[in-house]
């Protein structure tokens, strides 16, 4: 049991180029969500996903596309990175509403 | 944006004293929860809250859902130098499976 997977671990992007962020679990959870941290403004919602094939938005989307399509993967898209993209994501995935998330150790991200 | 408020921010301790922050919000939560993050890793579940008035234990560490469901605080007794890092609650609304976070504190302790 491997828990949650993220990789990269880090990753250094020019402003523009697009990447994605992986995540999986081997958990069997219905719910994923990715976070970012920046300094002081502890963790913020992104996007979310309560099964396969259903995904919503968080607190801060924009800029960010996500896709769920299966149970294992909750991948995260950045289309034309920026500056301001900077920051350490987290993937989390739980059983269901109500029951703490189980997080990945993060992927750090610096956007030049 | 952020609709939880925790405090405080930062705490210098000496080990061996007690602890307390807490979190507030304008929204009524479901659930209260509790987290812990060493540096370099991913948050970890301390203590979840259910119910209006709960309080909870697990070890040193007490908390509690607010009777009005707008807020919890978590107390550290004792504490330890292990205890250093950032503690985060959360709060999930009642549908849609939300859950958001506070801006943490972060907590240091002297030998």
């Known amino acids: 049991n491997a828990g949650v997977t993220q990789t990269p671990k880090f990753q250094v992007l020019k402003t523009g180029q697009s990447m994605t962020l992986q995540c999986a679990q081997d958990m069997n959870h219905e719910y994923m969500s990715w976070y970012r941290q920046d300094p002081g403004m502890g963790l913020r919602l992104i996007h979310y996903?309560?099964?396969?094939?259903?995904?919503d938005q968080g607190e801060v989307p924009n800029g960010y596309n996500v896709s769920r399509s299966t149970t294992e993967d909750f991948p995260l898209r950045l289309l034309s990175a920026a500056p301001s993209q900077t920051s350490v994501y987290f993937c989390?995935?739980?059983?269901?509403?109500?029951?703490?998330?189980?997080f990945g150790s993060g992927t750090r991200l610096t956007v030049v | 944006g952020q609709q939880l408020n925790q405090s405080p921010q930062s705490m210098f301790i000496q080990e061996g004293e007690d602890v307390s922050m807490n979190c507030t919000s304008s929204s009524i939560f479901n659930t209260w929860l509790w987290y812990k993050q060493d540096p370099g890793e991913g948050p970890v579940l301390l203590i979840a809250l259910y119910k209006a008035g709960e309080l909870t234990s697990n070890g040193r560490l007490t908390a509690q859902f607010g009777i009005t469901r707008k807020d919890s605080f978590l107390n550290i007794s004792a504490s330890i130098p292990s205890d250093v890092g950032i503690y985060f609650c959360?709060?999930?609304?009642?549908?849609?499976?939300?859950?958001?976070f506070g801006q943490g504190t972060e907590l240091s302790v002297k030998p």
């Open positions: 959360a709060g999930e609304y009642n549908q849609g499976g939300k859950l958001i």
């Open positions: 989390a995935s739980r059983m269901g509403q109500g029951i703490g998330y189980t």
């Open positions: 996903s309560v099964g396969a094939g259903i995904t």
